[in-house]
């Protein structure tokens, strides 16, 4: 992961100014500033997070509708992000990735993963084996930032009219930062097109 692309929210003028007055800023308020929490009815916002991602975000109770998956992409549950922008109000998605993410080479895992199934679920070695080895490579992925970046791609390319925002959570010290998506173009695609 390129660290020098992480963008840090240590005061609300560090906030991108497409984020600012939106669920995302909001977000990023709440998290790394200790914002105090809005008396919310319902969830404007849908957090993408990974299952390994140990810590929770200090958000409002229904600020967000939250969807754990590996590496925090949300691909797999597309008709529940439909049905969230669609009927529940959704304004804006958040993918938030981590670093040390342990899906990054991930087959170099095979003999830990095995015998994690066998000592702790009780698998037979041989099942274990052949079942890392039909999904290992769903699983797989490359640097987190990329593949953060590429599905926040594909969620603006599905949903053109929601502002979709790839952040990174940190293990070291839990606060999330921004990602420049800026390329050796100059150009950037975060794009202010929410209709808040």
């Given at each position: 992961?390129?660290?020098?692309?992480?963008?840090?929210?240590?005061?609300?003028?560090?906030?991108?100014?497409?984020?600012?007055?939106?669920?995302?800023?909001?977000?990023?308020?709440?998290?790394?500033?200790?914002?105090?929490?809005?008396?919310?009815?319902?969830?404007?916002?849908?957090?993408?997070?990974?299952?390994?991602?140990?810590?929770?975000?200090?958000?409002?109770?229904?600020?967000?509708?939250?969807?754990?998956?590996?590496?925090?992409?949300?691909?797999?549950?597309?008709?529940?992000?439909?049905?969230?922008?669609?009927?529940?109000?959704?304004?804006?998605?958040?993918?938030?990735?981590?670093?040390?993410?342990?899906?990054?080479?991930f087959s170099a895992r095979k003999e830990e993963f095995v015998q994690?199934?066998?000592?702790?679920?009780?698998?037979?070695?041989?099942?274990?084996?052949?079942?890392?080895?039909?999904?290992?490579?769903?699983c797989e992925t490359g640097d987190e930032m990329d593949?953060?970046?590429?599905?926040?791609?594909?969620?603006?390319?599905?949903?053109?009219?929601?502002?979709?925002?790839?952040?990174?959570?940190?293990?070291?010290?839990?606060?999330?930062?921004?990602?420049?998506?800026?390329?050796?173009?100059?150009?950037?695609?975060?794009?202010?097109?929410?209709?808040?």
């Open positions: 992961m390129l660290m020098n692309r992480l963008i840090p929210v240590e005061r609300v003028s560090d906030i991108l100014p497409p984020y600012k007055d939106t669920s995302i800023g909001r977000l990023l308020e709440y998290h790394n500033l200790a914002r105090p929490h809005d008396s919310l009815q319902q969830p404007e916002l849908l957090i993408g997070v990974c299952v390994e991602q140990p810590h929770r975000l200090r958000i409002p109770e229904a600020f967000a509708i939250v969807i754990q998956s590996e590496r925090g992409m949300i691909s797999g549950n597309a008709f529940e992000v439909s049905y969230a922008i669609a009927l529940g109000g959704i304004r804006c998605i958040a993918l938030i990735g981590h670093n040390n993410c342990g899906m990054v080479n994690g199934l066998v000592n702790r679920a009780g698998w037979e070695c041989h099942l274990a084996e052949e079942y890392f080895y039909h999904n290992a490579e769903m593949v953060l970046l590429n599905e926040a791609k594909r969620l603006r390319l599905r949903y053109p009219m929601m502002q979709v925002a790839p952040l990174i959570y940190r293990m070291e010290d839990g606060l999330l930062y921004q990602i420049d998506e800026s390329d050796s173009a100059g150009s950037n695609p975060v794009i202010d097109n929410r209709k808040e």
